[in-house]
């Protein structure tokens, strides 16, 4: 929504002038908060955890996978990045590759790349290809007794190369996790928030048949502010709750953050940003092919709204 956004900025001052208090506290704008962004999703993703990063909530969401599936192993796409905590490390292969290497837990699924991966645009099916890796990596992990408790993807891959998945692969993949007893988890921290232009959350882009069963979300949901979100169903919740270890993070839906973010939802919807991210989206893509046309160098470009990738060759 742009640097020190006018709105922004007065919706922090006002709530710092009246309270600021640990998330223990019962607050208004919580619950306020927690329902703008139900709005925005699938009707099942009706429950919200409060953090303060995008690392803090894709951890939460590893651990609420593992609650609920009573498994431990983790399938990413290549190149992946998830966060700087350790267990997402351990579980994004931009990482791990230069560091400790690849746990026995962790399983890495090619990019759904069809111009630079193993199936590309000439392919028959890439979708039905790309998605019977999954499957076939879920096969090979049940034979030597390891179980999957989730797909853990980036909507749109971006460390990764800005990747644009075939439609239709997010939906195939899940059949295979589900059928394993696994969960899929979208990581929603780069790509969501109507950059995308068409869709407020890029996992729309795969079709209105598909909900992912957790989305986590940051960077963009607090405009610079310290804001991250997990969304996720009532079951995955509650098998949660079921430990009696109960959820608690200090800051995270303190009244000030809640205020930021809701102020943030304001604008993007007052100013039609998303109608915004898919005009210049357009725009530049247009130019940027005018100079594909021009240059040998540049082998693809592609993107959605405001993210865009240009794949240089040689």
Avoid at 278 to 303: A, C, M, S, Y
Wanted: net charge negative; glycine share 8%.
């Amino acid at each position: 929504v742009g640097h020190c956004h006018p709105d922004v900025v007065k919706a922090a001052h006002e709530q710092n002038q009246l309270l600021n208090t640990n998330s223990r506290y019962l607050h208004d704008n919580l619950v306020d908060y927690a329902e703008r962004l139900s709005k925005t999703l699938p009707e099942k993703l009706c429950i919200f955890y409060f953090l303060n990063s995008g690392s803090e909530a894709n951890d939460l969401a590893l651990r609420l996978a593992r609650q609920y599936t009573k498994h431990e192993d983790v399938i990413v796409l290549d190149h992946a990045y998830h966060g700087h905590l350790t267990s997402l490390i351990d579980i994004s292969p931009y990482k791990f590759r230069n560091l400790e290497g690849q746990k026995e837990w962790v399983h890495v699924a090619p990019v759904p790349d069809t111009y630079r991966g193993l199936y590309r645009e000439d392919h028959e099916d890439s979708v039905t290809a790309y998605a019977d890796e999954v499957k076939n990596i879920i096969e090979h992990a049940h034979t030597r007794g390891r179980k999957i408790a989730a797909f853990f993807v980036e909507s749109l891959p971006s460390v990764g190369g800005q990747i644009i998945p075939p439609a239709g692969y997010f939906q195939k993949v899940a059949q295979h996790v589900h059928k394993a007893g696994g969960v899929f988890i979208a990581d929603e921290i780069q790509v969501g928030f109507g950059r995308v232009g068409k869709h407020f959350w890029a996992f729309q882009l795969q079709g209105e048949d598909f909900t992912p069963d957790i989305v986590t979300m940051g960077k963009p949901i607090g405009n610079g502010h310290p804001l991250a979100c997990v969304a996720t169903t009532k079951e995955i919740a509650e098998a949660f709750a079921a430990t009696g270890v109960e959820y608690f993070n200090t800051f995270g839906g303190n009244p000030v953050s809640c205020a930021i973010g809701l102020a943030v939802l304001d604008v993007i919807e007052k100013e039609q940003l998303q109608a915004h991210a898919t005009e210049v989206g357009n725009f530049l893509l247009k130019l940027l092919k005018e100079q594909q046309v021009k240059h040998p160098i540049i082998g693809d470009v592609r993107g959605c709204g405001l993210f865009i990738g240009v794949d240089l060759i040689k």
